[in-house]
């Protein structure tokens, strides 16, 4: 079997082609722009993303099946008769749904989170759809006229690419509108957002079929954080990865009884035909790629390499600290207010002692996501990691002193990519490459892990 695997993320479009049994080759890579039309917003171009996606399939060739992986709560709203988009895509990123949420007040947020298993937060797409229909006027009309479709991303690809109107169980878990007991929208939900279940897409299990593009089926479409779980071969109770992107993102495999959440988010990690579902707990740092990618833009290193290296005491334990909140702190806080900081700056600091803190910052705050889990899952030994900082030594080296946990690095860092790929019944052993393990020193102490939770501290409510 021969996979076109599309790995549609934040910041560009990826393909993979994997071969069952043998190798897999990137055929494609194509960034698409970022909009910012205001502070705290983040947009894309539907139709630019839709494009890539046309061109990395081309330049994919001849394959047996299509998979498609999307960007999880990023959302839009499309004429169900054109399929046209009425909306940009407003990114997982945004927040300028923070103060309508905010004013629904503390019964609302209860009963999200006992419906859905999310905090009522600009994160999820329920409130962003909402903002849609409140303040785009095509938005209004096409619902008046019953020509309204809303959806995350994958929905529109899937109805423009395959005439097909549907999502999956694991995208449908990131929205904050489906009902974990029953896993169908909840009208309840939708009601309290002012979202029309009816312009929302059917559910189907991740690898149910979709249709298919040019003759070629899509057998499968799944959030690209729940693919990379499958792609690194987590399926016992524990198991658990980190993807390194613009974000960072955990998630631990709970099995198929719905997780407590433990500060962590509930979500559902997949449901295959004729299978039970299999749940997970999320959690995640808003800025990863994200922060470095400031710092580049701000001008404290130009190339990737200037970002490894480093030798002697860490930053941190010089008492140099960044918590990276440019976007606020996600799981566990859920704090919009918290801004970025620096902190414990001196004549002598220079660029490189800069850059070394914003690298172990972000490994800080994934730390408290793993033993947020581990609270709920028990034991967590080891840890799989992928994403561009994975291929970073410095990096993964005090992520695994500052966890105390083994880490673990596949040679091939397209995790999202292979479990697309294996969910479509490929063969990816070959394909995944030797991992490589980084044991944990003694070189991150309590008084690292202390002085860094007050710099968090420092970092809350900022905003307000």
């Known amino acids: 079997m021969r996979v076109a695997a599309i790995d549609q993320g934040t910041t560009s479009t990826r ?33 630019e993303l839709l494009a890539n996606i046309r061109t990395a399939l081309a330049a994919a060739g001849p394959v047996d099946a299509i998979a498609i992986a999307n960007q999880g709560e990023s959302c839009l709203a499309w004429d169900a008769e054109t399929g046209e988009p009425l909306s940009p895509v407003i990114v997982w990123q945004d927040a300028r749904t923070a103060t309508m949420l905010a004013a629904l007040g503390s019964e609302a947020l209860a009963r999200s989170q006992a419906i859905s298993g999310l905090p009522l937060d600009p994160y999820f797409s329920a ?23 809303l959806g995350t991303t994958d929905a ?141 833009q701000i001008g404290l290193y130009a190339e990737t390499h200037e970002l490894d290296g480093f030798e002697g005491p860490s930053a941190l334990s010089r008492g140099l600290v960044f918590v990276p909140a440019l976007s606020g702190l996600a799981a566990p806080y859920w704090d919009r207010s918290a801004a970025p900081l620096f902190i414990g700056m001196q004549a002598a600091t220079d660029r490189r002692d800069m850059i070394r803190a914003a690298l172990e910052g972000i490994a800080m705050l994934t730390v408290g996501l793993i033993e947020a889990a581990a609270t709920e899952v028990g034991t967590i030994a080891t840890i799989s990691i992928d994403g561009g900082l994975s291929q970073n030594a410095y990096f993964v080296s005090f992520l695994a002193a500052a966890s105390g946990r083994s880490v673990l690095v596949p040679g091939l860092h397209e995790m999202t990519s292979l479990g697309l790929a294996e969910l479509c019944g490929a063969d990816v052993t070959r394909a995944r490459g030797e991992v490589r393990c980084f044991e944990p020193d003694r070189s991150v102490s309590p008084d690292d892990h202390a002085r860094f939770a007050a710099a968090v501290s420092k970092s809350r409510g900022w905003r307000l």
């Open 127 to 149: 409130s962003k759809l909402a903002w849609l229909l409140q303040n785009v006027p095509a938005v209004a009309a096409a619902r008046a006229a019953g020509r309204l479709r």
């Open 15 to 47: 393909c993979l082609v994997v071969e069952s049994g043998g190798e897999a080759r990137l055929v494609a890579s194509l960034r698409h722009a970022q909009h910012f039309p205001a502070p705290g917003r983040v947009e894309h171009d539907p139709e």
């Open 156 to 296: 529109f690809f899937l109805d423009r690419l395959c005439n097909t109107f549907a999502t999956d169980i694991a995208t449908a878990s990131r929205t904050g509108l489906l009902d974990f007991a029953t896993l169908t929208w909840s009208g309840e939900l939708c009601a309290l957002h002012g979202v029309p279940m009816e312009a929302l897409p059917p559910i189907r299990p991740v690898n149910a079929g979709f249709g298919a593009i040019d003759g070629v089926p899509v057998k499968v479409s799944i959030v690209d954080q729940q693919a990379a779980l499958y792609g690194h071969g987590c399926r016992a109770l524990g198991d658990t990865k980190i993807t390194f992107g613009t974000g960072a993102f955990l998630l631990a495999v709970t099995g198929t009884g719905r997780p407590l959440g433990s500060g962590l988010l509930p979500t559902v990690a997949w449901r295959r035909r004729d299978a039970e579902t299999v749940f997970a707990l999320e959690g995640g740092v808003y800025d990863a790629g994200a922060a470095l990618e400031w710092l580049r």
